[in-house]
């Protein structure tokens, strides 16, 4: 072996252990279930263990991903079938009825859908016990890392394919695949999307060398049986087939021989249905259709494709975003200036196309690799406009290494270096930086316990208290938790802004019953401003995990809302209770400690209340006003709303304002047109502020407490607007303005 080859193999190699070092770690860093749909993967392949039968797509029935075919869970079935499970097959996990707070933003902020159970220190991991369902789902985990790896090796030859004379380049693609950090953290997790992934390599590679070789019959046997079997992982890999197509016709376009190329594609198809053909027939026969598409539509709220254009236009960044590193369902994110980044890089090395240089990459491999991209970026475009969640990353994966290549490839094309290992290393080093980045800074602290306080920071704690906080369950004298000392900052503050409250609490003992602690900005009116409430550790540290002795510290942080009244004064309070029962109150019958006072300062503007609520980029909310926000049942609120004209509207819309109770049921109710002295909304033009009154009258025999005011816009036969966030994504089709207070007689 020659020093040429030599290197790129060595650093192949070096380039798999690391990867699969990483991979495993993603895998021990992410506790179960909580990777996207893993917990119905884990079901689909108990289901084969344990019954030695596939599961089927009913209505009412607990779901596992039964409209997947079964390759992948049958080899996970085979690997983790010998495992003694006492929890029953479709078993519910402790959900965490928290864990979608903030879901957009960066942080550690109940990112866990569901509560997990003890577990030890490894270093910096914390690791579950493997035993039961723990360890089957570990060792489909893994069994995924393995084929994660297999994905790796076959991007590292198709570079060889298409760089012959770079050899290092091929390494570099492959280190784009291997490090970026959604990939390695779905090879840790159960799922067939990395599976997925190998079977578009493995096509795409035996497609570059009937380009290269002309169509054999030993190669169109590879190629029909790896097709088939693609499709027994994913129905959607069946768009393989215009890659393969489009080898066999460039490889004879020369001599025009069609009837080779009907011939080589017969075999291809024919084997590949010989494969999997039966799935397509049971599809048929239970379903009615050889997709089971009918089924699926009904049970995943599928649309028409005509309904999701606003969907494929606003979801494209969640898309990339999703492609790169947001783990969870979503809500465990990336600093968007790491997706920036990345469109960035990923612009330029295209870019390098463009450059008049030797081509690092010849035309024919070129086109197949774009042909493959552009094939699965049409299919995620057009399940975006059918599916909710059609825009994931992940399911681009089968075309992620020939995306990897074109990269790589581009990016050469600036190197003043022929060989491609500069490229090799600036693309090797920044992924694997970015892969340690969002493995050790985003997403072990979104899912990690938190660490003990050492004893001189138990020493050091601010603002020292010193209370106990008791039940009637748990330890003999009632003590569950002390909260030793409490920090708050800022406490001069406007609308918008967050608030943080760090609480420092010593475990006095562990329950079965997981006790929620509540923290409030309280308003010197008695009106909640804002509120959080969460299991302690954000989630992540469940009473009935707790471990006596232990001293945390726990920093809830309270995001004001923009309609927040201003000017207020006000105080944060923090308690516990029992979810659907009491408060846990102190030794002098406190239900809950005041900790310092804030002030809530208006925005300026010339509006009072100045904000900006975008109605479907229609209309905004800029402020309003209320006469009173502590009433008596049957008393009249006057509310002032500022409304700004943002694009033409072809419809009229009402305004309708709730009194909205638990349950949301409505304690009153106002609900008329938006008008401005008689001109309706279809005769505003952009820019226009329109200033209204309106009457809310709060129902006789309203209980007193407090009550949320519901805001929105609605037209028929349209609906309501929905409410759009900064980045134009729908989050909501109502908003809540401020909360009021309905008192019996005592204000």
């Known amino acids: 072996m020659t020093g040429s080859q030599f290197r790129p193999r060595l650093a192949l190699a070096v380039l798999l252990v690391v990867y699969v070092g990483l991979a495993l770690a993603y895998s021990l860093v992410n506790p179960l279930y909580e990777a996207p749909d893993e917990l119905r993967h884990v079901r689909y392949v108990r289901h084969i263990s344990a019954y030695r039968s596939l599961p089927v797509q009913r209505a009412g029935a607990p779901r596992a991903q039964s409209h997947h075919p079964p390759l ?29 707070y903030r879901y957009w933003e960066v942080g550690n902020d109940n990112k866990n859908q569901y509560l997990h159970g003890p577990t030890r220190r490894l270093g910096p991991l914390s690791i579950p016990r493997m035993t039961g369902i723990t360890l089957v789902v570990y060792l489909v985990r893994w069994i995924t890392v393995l084929v994660g790896a297999g994905v790796v090796w076959l991007t590292y030859r198709i570079g060889v394919h298409v760089f012959p004379e770079r050899p290092g380049l091929a390494v570099g693609g492959a280190a784009l695949v291997a490090f970026n950090p959604q990939f390695l953290y779905l090879s840790g997790a159960v799922n067939n999307d990395v599976p997925a992934a190998l079977w578009g390599a493995a096509v795409l590679l035996v497609s570059l060398d009937v380009l290269s070789q002309g169509p054999r019959l030993a190669t169109n046997i590879l190629l029909g049986v790896l097709f088939g079997l693609a499709m027994l992982t ?71 494709p005509s309904d999701g254009w606003w969907a494929l236009r606003q979801e494209l960044p969640y898309l990339w975003s999703t492609l790169w590193g947001r783990f969870g369902y979503g809500q465990v994110a990336l600093p968007s200036l790491v997706y920036h980044g990345l469109l960035v890089f990923c612009g330029v090395s295209l870019a ?68 491609g290992w500069l490229t090799t290393a600036i693309t090797g080093v920044g992924m694997a930086a970015l892969a340690l980045y969002a493995l050790g800074c985003v997403l072990a602290p979104a899912f990690s316990p938190p660490r003990p306080l050492s004893e001189p920071q138990i020493q050091a704690v601010p603002n020292p208290v010193g209370a106990d906080f008791r039940s009637s369950h748990g330890s003999p004298d009632g003590a569950v938790v002390k909260m030793l000392g409490h920090q708050v900052a800022p406490v001069d503050i406007t609308p918008g802004d967050a608030v943080e409250v760090t609480v420092y609490w010593k475990v006095m003992t562990r329950t079965e019953q997981n006790h929620v602690v509540f923290v409030h900005l309280m308003s010197e009116t008695g009106v909640i401003i804002a509120q959080r409430d969460t299991y302690p550790g954000l989630g992540r540290y469940p009473t009935s995990v707790w471990d006596p002795g232990t001293v945390f510290a726990d920093t809830y942080r309270i995001h004001v809302p923009e309609t927040a009244y201003a000017p207020d004064h006000g105080y944060v309070q923090v308690g516990l209770y029992v979810p659907d029962g009491p408060r846990l109150t102190t030794e002098g019958g406190e239900d809950a400690l005041q900790l310092a006072s804030v002030e809530v300062h208006p925005r300026p503007g010339d509006v009072p209340n100045p904000m900006e609520l975008n109605f ?72 226009t502020l329109v200033r209204e009154e309106r009457e809310l009258t709060v129902s006789e025999g309203t209980p007193a407490g407090f009550y949320d005011l519901e805001l929105g816009l609605h037209s028929s036969p349209h609906g309501r607007l929905k409410v759009l966030n900064e980045e134009g994504r729908p989050v909501a089709n109502r908003m809540l303005l401020t909360k009021i207070r309905v008192t019996n007689g005592d204000r």
């Open 616 to 687: 479907g980029d229609k209309v905004a909310l800029v402020g309003y006003s209320l006469d009173q926000r502590v009433v008596q049942p049957g008393e009249t609120i006057g509310l002032t709303l500022h409304w700004l004209a943002l694009n033409p509207m072809d419809v009229n819309y009402d305004v309708f304002v709730h009194v909205l109770g638990a349950e949301n049921q409505i304690w009153g109710n106002t609900n008329s047109p938006l008008t401005d002295r008689a001109v309706c909304t279809n005769r505003w033009k952009p820019g």
């Open 234 to 304: 994913k129905i959607h890999l069946v768009v393989l087939f215009v890659p393969i197509v489009l080898a066999h016709g460039m490889a004879l376009w020369r001599d025009r021989d069609w009837r080779d190329f009907l011939r080589t594609n017969i075999i291809v198809i024919g084997l590949a249905l010989l494969v999997s053909g039966w799935w397509f027939a049971r599809n048929q026969m239970l379903y009615g259709d050889p997709l089971g598409a009918s089924v699926h539509s009904q049970l995943w709220n599928s649309r028409s």
């Open 72 to 100: 992948y869970y049958a080899l996970g079935a085979l690997v983790s079938g010998w495992v003694d499970v006492e929890d029953d097959v479709y078993y519910q996990p402790v959900e965490n009825p928290f864990w979608a």
């Open 352 to 419: 390098g196309y463009l450059v008049p240089r030797d081509r690092s990459l010849r035309s024919r491999p070129a086109g197949l690799l774009v042909s493959t991209v552009a094939v699965f970026v049409a299919w995620v475009l057009f399940y975006t406009l059918v599916q909710p969640a059609g825009a994931r990353g992940r399911f681009l994966f089968p075309a992620l290494p020939a995306f990897g290549m074109l990269t790589v490839g581009g990016l050469q094309r600036f190197s003043p270096f022929r060989n």
